[in-house]
């Protein structure tokens, strides 16, 4: 009954967008056939058959692709960065916990930008692994003081369980809006803001992640090779842009993340490029614009984003009733991924078809969850990333 209620739902849902959004698909049956750029092929056609021409050759070439298309650029030279403690619990979370915010100023040009951290570290445990969100959601959200507390970012339980949690907002390194987002990191990158292929916000956001794991690395009290980077939605897509790219962050969880996050652009069901890049015109890159209704014709497909994370522990989620953000084509990015993980040796872990609703499969380093509700990052969530980063955050 429940399950009816829910699909009914998602029907009368999806029907509502569909009104407005005639473009959109939410049928499988009207997915049309679509082919995928193969990973393990190498630009000028060589098959790819060890992880060694995988690091050398191709991992490179899809990297600058997704540069080139869809998120830009990715800078990584600056004149200098700093740290300092901005405020200090010993005691936080009755006593379980150590509370620290961080200033982290990156000076490049002349130009500064300030990412605020919050931390806090089980007391339970020494040199814990750190889940790190990327906030992309109201600062009520991630209370320092513990006051309000939000299943978006958990911090007692995740304290718990014998993990750090740490996050910082999206606003500091790129506003969410069209007309403001270069007033963060884009001041220090003045030529990314002008170029095609140039940094965009989503860009601006796994950058500041990177810049925050500077930060961590710097930290005695927790250990900063056991870096899980979070994110829900637009803050999941940049999650998995920060870890394609960087490759010290140990873990990415990408939630609900949707068109240009995990699920294949290919399939066009559910939000599409034309509508993602209409919608939020300041996400990705001016050249990304060029596959609006054309999606089969971009030389890369969300599978590759995932594979870029190989041989790292990945977990992609989506909710039963956010079928804008493609349940299905999120777990077929995954298990496409999957090849490339095999070239160090892994074992493909996910199942050949979705599984069911509510039945995670986290016990492999690819893995997936479809959760019941609707979009958005709860404590099911968590406690199953919580379960994941015991397995594979060692
Ligand atoms: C939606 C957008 C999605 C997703 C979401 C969110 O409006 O279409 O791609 O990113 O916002 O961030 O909550």
């Keep these: 009954m429940k399950h009816f209620i829910s699909f009914s739902l998602a029907v009368l849902m999806c029907s509502m967008v569909v009104a407005q959004q005639p473009n959109v698909n939410y049928d499988e049956h009207k997915v049309k056939p679509y082919t995928l750029p193969q990973v393990l092929k190498t630009n000028g056609g060589r098959q790819v058959t060890t992880k060694e021409i995988w690091e ?15 998120y830009g650029q990715m800078p990584h030279s600056f004149d200098s960065i700093n740290f300092t403690v901005s405020g200090k619990n010993n005691s936080a979370y009755n006593g379980r916990a150590k509370l620290k915010e961080v200033d982290i100023e990156v000076f490049r040009n002349s130009q500064s930008v300030v990412i605020h951290l919050l931390l806090f570290i089980p007391k339970s445990k020494s040199k814990p692994g750190v889940f790190l969100l990327i906030n992309n959601r109201g600062k009520e959200n991630t209370d320092a003081t513990r006051q309000t507390k939000s299943e978006f970012w958990p911090v007692e339980m995740v304290v718990d369980s014998g993990f750090a949690i740490a996050s910082f907002h999206v606003s500091d390194l790129a506003p969410d809006n069209k007309d403001s987002f270069t007033n963060g990191a884009l001041r220090l990158y003045p030529e990314q803001a002008s170029a095609e292929n140039g940094m965009r916000a989503i860009g601006a956001w796994a950058w500041g992640a990177s810049r925050v794991l500077d930060y961590l690395e710097t930290d005695k009290d927790i250990d900063a090779k056991k870096v899980a980077v979070v994110g ?7 999650a998995l842009w920060a870890a394609a790219q960087d490759r010290r962050f140990a873990m990415c969880i990408s939630n609900c993340s949707g068109n240009s996050g995990a699920k294949l652009s290919k399939r066009n069901f559910g939000e599409t490029v034309a509508i993602i890049n209409t919608a939020f015109p300041h996400w990705f890159s001016p050249n990304y614009k060029k596959y609006n209704d054309d999606e089969q014709a971009l030389p890369v497909d969300q599978h590759m984003l995932i594979s870029l994370i190989a041989p790292r522990p990945v977990y992609a989620t989506n909710a039963s009733e956010d079928l804008w953000a493609d349940p299905t084509g999120t777990f077929l990015a995954l298990k496409h991924a999957e090849e490339v993980y095999e070239l160090y040796g892994i074992k493909p872990g996910l199942p050949m078809h979705p599984p069911a609703i ?5 016990n492999s380093r690819v893995a997936y969850h479809n959760r019941t509700g609707i979009h ?11 379960v994941f980063g ?5």
């Design 390 to 394: 015991k397995r594979f955050l060692k």
């Design 358 to 362: 509510d039945h995670p499969v986290n």
């Design 232 to 238: 829900h939605s637009r803050g999941g897509k940049a």
């Design 56 to 70: 050398k050759q191709r991992r490179r070439e899809i990297l600058k692709l997704f540069e080139d298309n869809v």
């Design 376 to 386: 958005n990052m709860i404590i099911y969530d968590w406690r199953n990333f919580v």
